[in-house]
């Protein structure tokens, strides 16, 4: 339980830069309003309800540890066998959200009155994907971002018929999938995974442009 929450935590971390670093309040006000608004809101009591009952339980759990901070996360099942995880920042709610067996998960950041502030899925290991929105204080849509346009020559379902070919078990805890724009401006895809018969990963990066492979090899500096 213990590793699962700390993978959880670096996962949020992630997305903990995301919500801190959006553009201050004032540069916010300059953006175009939409029309569009969202009234979603998260229950603010009912999560420090939460932290206070999840951080009794790891006090129990780990009784040797000496808690130094005040309660700020918690993980949970809800009714619908989604795995929920909260976390509060100086700023706000950060929370994800992702069902049992799914590759893809839901991102809310939400401000400190629990207004929504921006919303997203992203695969469960790392990058984030399909439409971001972005919103004000009062709920309004200001930004929306495709994250999936610089990939759209090669979409994820080419990556699940590489995966495919390739025997790739996407669940197994060692296998990464990842996409970047490199420092050439590419958009690339990297995938590292264990071959049964080796010892090493191997890893594959595919230009995302084009659909070509740029690097297919063993990877010697991971383990």
Known sequence: MRMKMVRCLM???????????????????????????????LDTADVNKRFLE???KEEKDFPEEEF????SQCEYTDAAGNVITVTKTEVGYVTTKLKKG???GEYRCYFMNGNIQKSGEYYYQSFNCGIWR??????????????DKPYKNYSWQKVLDFVKKRNIDLYDERTSIDRYI??????????????????????????????????????????
């Open 11 to 41: 996962l949020m971390c992630v997305f903990l830069v995301a919500c801190t670093t959006h553009t201050p309040q004032k540069r916010m006000a300059k953006k175009k309003r939409s029309n569009i608004r969202c009234f979603e809101k």
């Open 54 to 56: 999840y951080r009794k």
């Open 68 to 71: 130094m901070y005040p309660p």
């Open 102 to 104: 799914s590759l893809f």
């Open 134 to 147: 972005e919103y004000d204080m009062k709920g309004y849509l200001i930004k929306e971002t495709d994250m």
């Open 182 to 223: 490199n420092e050439e401006n590419i958009s690339c895809w990297n995938i590292s995974w264990f071959n049964a018969r080796l010892t090493l990963p191997r890893y594959t990066i595919i230009d995302a442009r084009k659909g070509r492979i740029i690097t297919d090899g063993i990877s010697h500096g991971m383990k």
